[in-house]
């Protein structure tokens, strides 16, 4: 899965300030990472925080590998150009995440 943002994508992140959506993951791979995810936040009792929150990408491989996911780094080299260093992470929650009714 190859990601090359058009001239136009990268001139509407430039206006916009952000750019979506951007297909980086087939979807057996977001399940996967997202089994992951939440067998980390089942093992600490809940969202990831504390020392965990901090740089989690030189805690866990797998996340370590996502930052480093050919696609993801095709779309974010297209708007910042070559040359890229992960300095910090912050991993997303699965909390609240869900679906859920609205009133009304």
């Not at 190859?2 to 990268?10: F, H, I, K």
């Not at 001139?11 to 750019?19: L, N, P, V």
């Not at 780094?73 to 910090?88: H, I, K, T």
């Amino acid at each position: 899965m190859t990601t090359l943002l058009s001239p136009a994508a990268v001139e509407r992140y430039r206006r916009d300030g952000f750019y979506f959506p951007i297909p980086v993951l087939a979807p057996g791979e977001a399940r996967e990472r997202r089994r992951r995810l939440e067998a980390v936040e089942a093992t600490h009792g809940g969202q990831i925080g504390g020392e965990l929150r901090q740089k989690p990408h030189l805690l866990f491989t797998w996340l370590a590998d996502l930052v480093r996911h050919p696609p993801i780094l095709d779309a974010v080299e297209a708007v910042l150009g070559p040359n890229l260093l992960v300095w910090s992470t912050t991993p997303p929650s699965c909390r609240g995440t869900r679906t859920r009714p609205t009133g009304g």
